[in-house]
């Protein structure tokens, strides 16, 4: 079954560092690209980078710079994001997606996605 | 940063009405337009993509029209599996891609 599972449901202290999985099955893991996306509630997702599974290379959001990280590990065909710094506005669900194109460069819409990891942080 | 509007917020919609959705772009996307469907409690669901082409498995009763800044999603026929929201999204200037604030529809 072609799918995206994610990591569970976390509460931080702001200030502290998450990180989260997402784990692919079903499909060639190295053939698309993955994002990873967030939704505060009651808003439209919000795009926070993009993994290219096959060497690990990354792009991040400006919004991000310097507090997210995102890597893969081909081995167990999972993808992770860590943000450092977290803050109240941080609070989301965070969702990891498949980018619909597959091959050597990605499009930017999402094919399939993970369930969603909600993330709270508060004091 | 391209700004994406979807009017209206909410829609009240009997079942077997056809419904229309808009997304604004502000400024031209070209086809690059992604609809998504979502449910409470749910990922979003890619509906959409190329303004126009239907993902796999969605239904024809849902269809995309439009390009460059306006652009449309319509169901034809509403069922009552249908009440979500609807998000646009554009993918013609990233990073970042950006999604519009979405459309809430709901059955009467």
């Known amino acids: 079954q072609v799918q995206l599972v994610q990591s569970g449901a976390e509460v931080k202290r702001p200030g502290a560092s998450i990180t989260l999985s997402c784990k692919t099955s079903?499909?060639?893991?190295?053939?698309?690209?993955l994002h990873w996306l967030r939704q505060a509630p009651g808003q439209g997702p919000e795009w926070m980078g993009i993994?290219?599974?096959?060497?690990?290379?990354?792009i991040y959001a400006d919004k991000f710079h310097g507090r997210i990280t995102m890597t893969r590990d081909t081995s167990t065909t999972t993808t992770y994001m860590q943000l450092s710094g977290l803050r109240s506005e941080d609070t989301a669900v965070y969702y990891c997606?498949?980018?619909?194109?597959?091959?050597?460069?990605?499009?930017?819409?999402?094919?399939?996605w993970g369930q969603g990891s909600q993330v709270t942080v508060s004091s | 940063e391209i700004v994406m509007t979807q009017s209206p917020a909410t829609l009240s919609v009997s079942p077997g009405e056809r419904v229309t959705l808009s997304c604004w772009a502000s400024?031209?996307?070209?086809?690059?337009l992604a609809w998504y469907q979502q449910k409470p409690g749910q990922a979003p669901r890619l509906l959409i993509y190329?303004?126009?082409t239907r993902a796999t498995g969605i239904p024809a009763r849902f269809s995309g029209s439009g390009s460059e800044t306006e652009f449309t999603l319509t169901i034809s026929s509403l069922q009552s599996e249908d009440s979500a929201v609807y998000f646009c999204?554009?993918?013609?200037?990233?990073?970042?891609?950006?999604f519009g604030g979405g459309t809430k529809v709901e059955i009467k």
């Open positions: 997606a498949r980018d619909g194109r597959h091959g050597d460069n990605y499009e930017g819409w999402f094919d399939l």
């Open positions: 079903g499909y060639p893991f190295t053939t698309q690209f």
């Open positions: 993994i290219k599974t096959g060497d690990g290379n990354t």
């Open positions: 400024q031209s996307v070209s086809s690059h």
């Open positions: 190329g303004a126009s």
């Open positions: 999204q554009q993918y013609n200037n990233w990073p970042p891609e950006t």
